[in-house]
């Protein structure tokens, strides 16, 4: 291309505008120069091999190379604005992938609240299913057992011997728990293992000979005696007097955990201490202080004493225990029972005090029933810890009162009369006093503090004018609520 000189000396129209706005890269001779090198750049087709990549010719210094140095700043502008706009888009990508994933932890806390409540919901539930099965079996266990013996005493009269028979089968509580511990444990333990474990309720280094009878012997002579006056006390009195009286037994272990053990002091339960001790004396009002009548009441008021002892002691030298612990003590227990006790109604019998002219005479059925519902009713106590609330095992335990009612009602061996009525309910109303927890007073004032503030609330929302009604102004920025007259 054939370049005209102008006038002045500039060889082109681009020249004189590159003159004219003072462009700082520009001399003369400009334009020619770069249009020489654009002719003179090599554009290499895909796949062929370019000369100035593999050559090593090195480029030389121009003016065209300070003017392409001199348009980096505008280049960087140009990538400056095209990054800010690409960081604005990753900051907002960022930023809703934040929400998103904000959103979503929200969302399964959510779930996972509603899960947490549907479990305790069913958790719940079910304790109170068991709760209700548990009641039903300690009660009927209990009130069985009574009338079993009531049964047995017409044809064979040996309190002694059936209840060293019946702890006898107190032996069977440990197997039955190991049975249980195979079909719902996970991992399966041998029994020697699962019988070590569950002897350190004795202490770190198990149970030992010295052990055996130091901690055995006295729980074993207060269980003995327990039984021994339970049964004394239903040969004189009815077993709805003895249920309800043995039923004093919670009384006792109040007044005795806060002797010996130093428990809280709780006035009701005093209450309930004296309303059990009043109606103890109503029991043997009820048939005018007759000979029997007092006999029998001192039996069952003695049976509970010494249930309470046996309950103090426990928690005193033992502490708590668990289920495992529990079923290794009782079957312990047995084996005391078995080995040293043995030899009492052996003597009985040699001394005529509780005889009998067989083995075969015997009623074995009786007896095997007794002490099966007795084992029952034990095993039933310590499950119902572990599956239910534990005040629902009391709970079971006063309603055999009602039950034994129901069964002598029907055998016609009772006529309630009003003085024994009452002492019955006197009883079972200490009884259940005795089940309020210690901050009982505390939750009361919660509950009717609560239920003011509610009264309240509901008061101010009658008393708030109802034909009030709010109009919206909607702005710029948000809605202002005005209320209107």
Not at 221 to 248: E, P, Q, R
Not at 368 to 373: E, S
């Amino acid at each position: 291309m054939d370049v005209k000189a102008a006038p002045n000396g500039v060889a082109t129209i681009e020249d004189r505008i590159l003159r004219i706005t003072g462009y700082y890269g520009y001399y003369p001779g400009y334009s020619s120069q770069k249009s020489t090198s654009r002719s003179s750049v090599t554009r290499c087709k895909p796949g062929a091999n370019c000369p100035s990549s593999h050559s090593g010719i090195s480029r030389q210094l121009s003016p065209l190379s300070v003017t392409e140095d001199s348009s980096a700043p505008i280049l960087e502008l140009q990538n400056r604005g095209s990054s800010g706009v690409c960081g604005h888009r990753v900051e907002r990508q960022n930023r809703s992938a934040d929400d998103g994933t904000q959103t979503h932890s929200e969302n399964s806390s959510q779930e996972n609240r509603i899960k947490a409540r549907c479990l305790s919901c069913t958790s719940m539930v079910l304790k109170g299913i068991w709760g209700l099965l548990i009641i039903l079996s300690v009660s009927s266990s209990w009130v069985g057992t009574t009338q079993i013996v009531k049964i047995t005493y017409k044809n064979f009269y040996c309190p002694f011997f059936m209840t060293w028979f019946s702890t006898n089968w107190n032996i069977m509580f440990f197997p039955v728990y190991y049975s249980g511990h195979l079909a719902t444990a996970q991992e399966k333990q041998s029994p020697m293992k699962k019988f070590r474990e569950c002897s350190r309720i004795f202490g770190e280094d198990g149970l030992t000979l010295k052990l055996f009878l130091k901690r055995t012997a006295p729980f074993s002579i207060l269980w003995t005696l327990t039984n021994y006056l339970y049964l004394l006390a239903l040969k004189k009195l009815t077993a709805t007097d003895v249920s309800a009286l043995f039923c004093c037994n919670k009384a006792f272990v109040f007044l005795l955990s806060w002797i010996v053990l130093k428990d809280r002091f709780m006035g009701v339960r005093i209450v309930a201490a004296i309303m059990a001790i009043t109606g103890i004396v109503m029991m043997a009002y009820a048939d005018n202080f007759h000979a029997d009548s007092i006999v029998g009441v001192a039996f069952a008021v003695g049976s509970a004493s010494t249930s309470a002892l046996y309950k103090v002691l426990f928690k005193m030298f033992l502490g708590s225990a668990n289920f495992g612990e529990a079923a290794h003590f009782v079957s312990t227990l047995g084996f005391f029972n078995l080995i040293f006790i043995s030899f009492t109604p052996v003597i009985l019998y040699f001394t005529k005090v509780e005889h009998w002219s067989s083995f075969a005479a015997l009623p074995w059925g009786c007896l095997c029933g007794m002490a099966g519902l007795w084992l029952a009713f034990n095993i039933l106590v310590n499950v119902g810890v572990v599956l239910t609330y534990p005040i629902l095992i009391s709970i079971g335990t006063v309603l055999s009162v009602p039950g034994n009612a129901a069964v002598d009602l029907l055998k016609q061996e009772v006529i309630f009369n009003v003085v024994r009525l009452a002492a019955t309910i006197i009883i079972c109303i200490g009884f259940l006093l005795m089940l309020l927890p210690e901050e009982w007073d505390e939750i009361t004032l919660r509950f009717i503090n609560s239920l003011k503030e509610k009264k309240s609330e509901e008061h101010m929302d009658d008393v708030t004018d109802p034909s009030v009604h709010l109009r919206g102004r909607g702005r710029a920025n948000g809605t202002v609520s005005i209320p209107l007259a």
